[in-house]
């Protein structure tokens, strides 16, 4: 019969493994918890680490059946074995199936211990355990690191969110660091969470990936040096400083192989280790899975402090000289010094016996007790030759032996006495030593129990402080995802020992379950402890989108309510497809957010609700059609969003930009710089002004231009710049959920900025705008990802300025892709064109540029001539032929090319004169500066307050000394009208726009 396999006969044993989670249980029944394993996490088997307060489980036991021992790590990276073990009443011993010696916690055995000044074994260190207060010999009890830290003064706070994505950016987990409080520090957890393929965040870890991997992909690919430090913070500090800088998740020991891959072929990797034993040993271990992945390696440290972060605050720099080279006898010494928690014990002496001598001990002085060892010297047994005495040696026995044998007698009845007395004294002094060790250990146990009720009633105060009206109906209103779930799992944690926890959480779950439908209290049956999580942050997300959704509805039913020319039949046809238009667009939304594939019929659902609003509406005029499209489209983030002829009653921002080149025309005047332009900028922007509003402001260019050093206040102090208010929305959404403290203080600026610019009476918003902003803001606090802010405006000037925009990012687009479509096609026909810097396609070069500026004009100007882009393709053609290119295909390819740019860009010019040709319409109504209805208009002003002829015409020449051509009104691109003023009397006209303050 075989024998049993020992590896396979351990693992199904596992003494140690058992010994451990039956303590663990025990210690959950004991804290009124749940007893057993809390998760899985591969070979791990997780439990809530019983040494710090543990809401995530955090402590992981894994079992080695090679060395016959349980291995236990808490993955905070806070707690040690010793602190794990001694908290379920266990020694470091009780790791192996088969306790070594050596381990032990109790004291030395008296001869043992290291007398006082005497130097410690080579390569050990002094157990925490082993420090100065020993009384008798003992250890002084073990302090765990938060009684060192003593009693919790605060609430625990969210201190950072750090992200964690794929090379392509895409989230894949967050590591959480939560700060604590107390009286000697701070306590800092770490929770993990993860986002699954769905965009759906749950609890837990995620894949092994270094912290800003797609800065680091790019960073090898460049060639640049990457710094590997051991946590968050310091990456982003190091990345502040314009490093390249990464780490791993959960800080030492938690480095992978998969990030040592993730950094192959990078030709310097700088590892900065902490200055810790733990710190040394991550480095080195790092260090040895990186060799022959990189093609340099240098371990450094900080010159001051412990980390990086502490380098920098000390004022050095981020060079790589500012740092110290950690020497590789350190390093080593850290692979094979034992992992922090672990007893080290010094190697007792041995004590030479003493010989016993024949003559009587004095009974005199009390005998000493002997101080007993483990193990005890003996003198060589005698050689047995020394035994082979011949005949011939043998002595005559003396008469006297019987004298010799009694004295012996005599004094081995003495030393007996004495041994005895001294064994009785050294049983009585172990027992005095066990009483106090029992007095000690009684005190100590009376002080533990004082200091957890006080530490119990400190977090107490300060859940009653973060749960402060939790629950109620103002707090709903405000309150994050975020904000919720850490209610609920706070209250949850105190509802068995704390009345108003429990109040709490019934207030949360009723609130859970009549806002979102949400039952907190089945889901929590399930035992899936991060299904509550998930399921808060995705009815905020949906109710996110729904909101948007709801918003958009609300502004179209409104627009089709106010068309008089719809039956009731044809009315309740448009507000049912509206309501179906809603409903797909909610969903559509939602799946963009949780970044979800669309389902099937989704989106052609919605198209088809929309195309059916529009033929609902097909009898009704064109600007009512465009008021409900608008509505739908420019709610729901549909890119198609345009105006039309549409009139929400939105001002355009012509009185804060008027306000802005005011200013920058009495700077001008001042200085007296050339006024020109910015005079040519006001000329356009009266005639945009309303009606009521333009003499307004000719009146404040007189007052500036007679007094240019008076200080004039704005006459539109909350009118609101368009262009400024949209990239401050965009820059908000940008930084608003970053962890990094400098974006954190940028958005709340930028937030407040918006806030009180959407609000002010006078900012010219229609509600519809400020209803658009408030999706914005809240779209960048939702879960997930919401849909970029667009920067359309309700009102004709701003959509044109941003088509104009938008027509000129077309336009270089299209150049570059048209010179790349070339250099492709040459490139497949053989020639070697050098990224287009060969001296033989010189021409070919040239003919391009001059064929895209002329189309990048057509986009943006609308000056488009066909004879003049047609020339230039002759002209490419000739060039091709200069520069040696006959194959067909190729010049067939670039002349398909070209021409495609040529169509595109004489209708985008088409649509740019008629947007032009608007705007003219608009101001066209605007009386001219000196025309003859406006010295009719001010005629008749002068004569209703009682002016005689000759008064009113010197009042007449003094404002027509003031006065502008009448062609100032005329739109961009169209020539100026003749002058009709004096030189001096009017200004230049020009079409530049949006000029601020210098």
């Known amino acids: 019969m075989s024998k049993p396999d020992p590896k396979t006969t351990a693992a199904a044993a596992r003494p140690s493994f058992d010994r451990i989670t039956a303590a663990l249980d025990a210690h959950a029944v004991a804290n009124g918890r749940k007893p057993g394993p809390a998760s899985s996490y591969g070979e791990w088997t997780k439990y809530r680490c019983p040494s710090h307060d543990d809401h995530n489980p955090s402590l992981g036991l894994i079992y080695d059946p090679d060395k016959r021992k349980t291995v236990v790590r808490c993955f905070t990276g806070e707690c040690t074995d010793e602190e794990v073990l001694h908290a379920v009443g266990l020694g470091v011993r009780d790791l192996f199936d088969a306790p070594r010696r050596g381990f032990s916690h109790r004291a030395p055995k008296p001869g043992q211990a290291r007398q006082a000044g005497e130097s410690r074994q080579a390569g050990q260190r002094e157990n925490r355990q082993q420090g100065q207060g020993r009384e008798g010999g003992n250890v002084i009890p073990f302090q765990s690191r938060r009684d060192r830290l003593g009693k919790v003064t605060g609430p625990r706070r969210q201190a950072a969110i750090y992200s964690y994505t794929d090379e392509r950016g895409n989230p894949l987990g967050e590591v959480v660091r939560i700060h604590i409080p107390h009286e000697n520090g701070i306590e800092k957890q770490f929770r993990q969470r993860k986002c699954d393929a769905g965009g759906r965040w749950s609890g837990g870890g995620f894949a092994p990936v270094l912290y800003q991997l797609p800065e680091v992909r790019q960073g090898v690919a460049d060639g640049e040096t990457i710094w590997l430090v051991e946590g968050e913070k310091d990456a982003d500090r190091a990345r502040a400083a314009g490093l390249v800088a990464t780490c791993n998740a959960m800080g030492a020991?938690?480095?992978?192989?998969?990030?040592?891959?993730?950094?192959?072929?990078?030709?310097?990797?700088?590892?900065?280790?902490?200055?810790?034993?733990?710190?040394?040993?991550?480095?080195?271990?790092?260090?040895?899975?990186?060799?022959?992945?990189?093609?340099?390696?240098?371990?450094?440290?900080?010159?001051?402090?412990?980390?990086?972060?502490?380098?920098?605050?000390?004022?050095?720099?981020?060079?790589?000289?500012?740092?110290?080279?950690?020497?590789?006898?350190?390093?080593?010494?850290?692979?094979?010094?034992?992992?922090?928690?672990?007893?080290?014990?010094?190697?007792?002496?041995?004590?030479?016996?003493?010989?016993?001598?024949?003559?009587?001990?004095?009974?005199?002085?009390?005998?000493?007790?002997?101080?007993?060892?483990?193990?005890?010297?003996?003198?060589?047994?005698?050689?047995p030759a020394d035994d082979d005495i011949t005949p011939e040696e043998e002595t005559p026995v003396s008469e006297h032996h019987a004298a010799d044998i009694d004295h012996a007698a005599r004094e081995m009845a003495s030393f007996t006495r004495m041994l005895l007395s001294m064994m009785t004294q050294w049983a009585q002094a172990s027992a005095a030593r066990r009483m106090r060790e029992m007095e000690v250990a009684a005190r100590q146990a009376a002080a533990d129990a004082e200091l957890a009720a006080q530490r119990f009633e400190a977090e107490r105060k300060a859940m009653h402080a973060s749960l402060d009206g939790a629950g109620s109906d103002n707090w709903w209103k405000t309150a994050s995802a975020d904000d919720v779930v850490e209610a609920w799992y706070e209250a949850v944690s105190w509802s068995v020992d704390d009345a108003k926890a429990e109040q709490v959480r019934q207030s949360l779950a009723a609130g859970l379950r009549d806002r979102w439908n949400v039952d907190v209290d089945e889901l929590s049956r399930g035992g899936d402890e991060d299904a509550v999580e998930r399921m808060v942050h995705n009815a905020y997300s949906d109710r996110a989108s729904m909101n948007r959704a709801r918003l958009a509805q609300?502004?179209?039913?409104?627009?089709?309510?106010?068309?008089?020319?719809?039956?009731?039949?044809?009315?309740?046809?448009?507000?049912?497809?509206?309501?179906?238009?809603?409903?797909?667009?909610?969903?559509?939304?939602?799946?963009?957010?949780?970044?979800?594939?669309?389902?099937?019929?989704?989106?052609?659902?919605?198209?088809?609700?929309?195309?059916?609003?529009?033929?609902?509406?097909?009898?009704?005029?064109?600007?009512?059609?465009?008021?409900?499209?608008?509505?739908?489209?420019?709610?729901?983030?549909?890119?198609?969003?345009?105006?039309?002829?549409?009139?929400?009653?939105?001002?355009?921002?012509?009185?804060?930009?008027?306000?802005?080149?005011?200013?920058?025309?009495?700077?001008?005047?001042?200085?007296?710089?050339?006024?020109?332009?910015?005079?040519?900028?006001?000329?356009?922007?009266?005639?945009?002004?309303?009606?009521?509003?333009?003499?307004?402001?000719?009146?404040?260019?007189?007052?500036?231009?007679?007094?240019?050093?008076?200080?004039?206040?704005?006459?539109?102090?909350?009118?609101?710049?368009?262009?400024?208010?949209?990239?401050?929305?965009?820059?908000?959404?940008?930084?608003?959920?970053?962890?990094?403290?400098?974006?954190?203080?940028?958005?709340?600026?930028?937030?407040?900025?918006?806030?009180?610019?959407?609000?002010?009476?006078?900012?010219?918003?229609?509600?519809?705008?400020?209803?658009?902003?408030?999706?914005?803001?809240?779209?960048?606090?939702?879960?997930?990802?919401?849909?970029?802010?667009?920067?359309?405006?309700?009102?004709?000037?701003?959509?044109?300025?941003?088509?104009?925009?938008?027509?000129?990012?077309?336009?270089?687009?299209?150049?570059?892709?048209?010179?790349?479509?070339?250099?492709?096609?040459?490139?497949?026909?053989?020639?070697?064109?050098?990224?287009?810097?060969?001296?033989?396609?010189?021409?070919?070069?040239?003919?391009?540029?001059?064929?895209?500026?002329?189309?990048?004009?057509?986009?943006?100007?609308?000056?488009?001539?066909?004879?003049?882009?047609?020339?230039?393709?002759?002209?490419?053609?000739?060039?091709?032929?200069?520069?040696?290119?006959?194959?067909?295909?190729?010049?067939?390819?670039?002349?398909?090319?070209?021409?495609?740019?040529?169509?595109?860009?004489?209708?985008?010019?088409?649509?740019?004169?008629?947007?032009?040709?608007?705007?003219?319409?608009?101001r066209a109504t605007v009386p001219g500066w000196d025309s003859q209805s406006r010295r009719e208009q001010l005629v008749d002003e002068l004569t209703a307050l009682g002016v005689d002829r000759e008064s009113a015409t010197a009042l007449l020449l003094a404002d027509l000394a003031q006065a502008r051509p009448g062609g100032a009104a005329t739109a961009p691109g169209e020539a100026p009208k003749a002058r009709r003023t004096s030189q001096g009397s009017g200004v230049d006209l020009g079409r530049k726009r949006g000029q601020g303050r210098s």
Do not use: C
């Not at 990797?269 to 040895?288: M, N």
């Not at 390696?297 to 050095?316: C, F, M, N, R, Y």
């Not at 390819?893 to 209708?907: C, F, G, K, M, P």
């Open 253 to 383: 020991g938690s480095f992978r192989r998969e990030h040592a891959h993730q950094l192959r072929g990078a030709a310097r990797v700088v590892i900065v280790a902490d200055k810790d034993t733990a710190g040394y040993r991550h480095a080195a271990q790092v260090a040895q899975m990186l060799t022959g992945r990189v093609q340099e390696l240098l371990v450094v440290e900080a010159a001051t402090g412990k980390d990086l972060s502490e380098h920098i605050d000390a004022g050095h720099g981020v060079e790589l000289d500012e740092f110290v080279r950690v020497d590789a006898s350190v390093l080593a010494g850290a692979l094979n010094a034992p992992p922090a928690g672990h007893l080290h014990h010094a190697q007792p002496q041995r004590a030479e016996p003493q010989r016993q001598h024949a003559t009587a001990p004095d009974p005199s002085p009390a005998p000493q007790p002997l101080e007993p060892g483990p193990d005890y010297e003996h003198e060589p047994p005698p050689d």
């Open 554 to 922: 609300k502004y179209a039913i409104n627009a089709t309510a106010e068309i008089p020319t719809l039956n009731p039949d044809q009315r309740q046809g448009v507000y049912a497809a509206i309501e179906e238009y809603t409903q797909a667009a909610a969903k559509s939304l939602g799946m963009r957010r949780s970044s979800t594939p669309p389902a099937p019929g989704v989106e052609s659902t919605q198209e088809a609700a929309r195309a059916r609003v529009r033929f609902l509406l097909a009898e009704a005029d064109q600007a009512a059609q465009d008021k409900v499209l608008f509505a739908l489209d420019y709610l729901t983030a549909d890119p198609r969003a345009g105006i039309g002829q549409a009139n929400w009653g939105a001002d355009a921002d012509t009185r804060a930009k008027m306000d802005a080149a005011l200013m920058e025309y009495q700077a001008r005047l001042a200085r007296g710089a050339d006024t020109s332009q910015v005079v040519s900028e006001l000329t356009r922007l009266v005639a945009d002004l309303p009606e009521a509003d333009r003499d307004t402001a000719r009146a404040r260019g007189k007052a500036i231009k007679a007094a240019p050093g008076h200080e004039f206040p704005p006459l539109w102090p909350d009118a609101v710049d368009k262009d400024q208010l949209g990239q401050k929305i965009t820059d908000y959404v940008r930084v608003a959920r970053s962890q990094i403290e400098a974006d954190q203080k940028k958005a709340a600026k930028l937030r407040a900025e918006i806030e009180s610019a959407a609000k002010a009476k006078g900012s010219g918003l229609a509600p519809i705008e400020r209803d658009a902003i408030k999706l914005a803001l809240a779209d960048a606090d939702a879960p997930g990802t919401g849909p970029d802010p667009k920067t359309v405006w309700a009102d004709k000037e701003s959509e044109y300025r941003i088509r104009r925009n938008e027509a000129r990012e077309q336009a270089q687009r299209r150049a570059e892709e048209t010179r790349a479509a070339v250099v492709a096609a040459l490139a497949a026909a053989g020639h070697q064109v050098e990224d287009g810097q060969a001296k033989a396609y010189e021409p070919v070069w040239s003919a391009v540029n001059r064929l895209t500026r002329d189309t990048t004009d057509a986009f943006v100007n609308g000056d488009a001539q066909p004879d003049a882009l047609a020339a230039h393709r002759r002209a490419l053609s000739d060039a091709l032929d200069q520069a040696g290119v006959t194959d067909r295909d190729a010049r067939q390819q670039i002349t398909a090319v070209t021409r495609r740019l040529e169509t595109e860009a004489i209708t985008a010019a088409a649509t740019v004169r008629r947007q032009k040709t608007d705007q003219a319409k608009t």
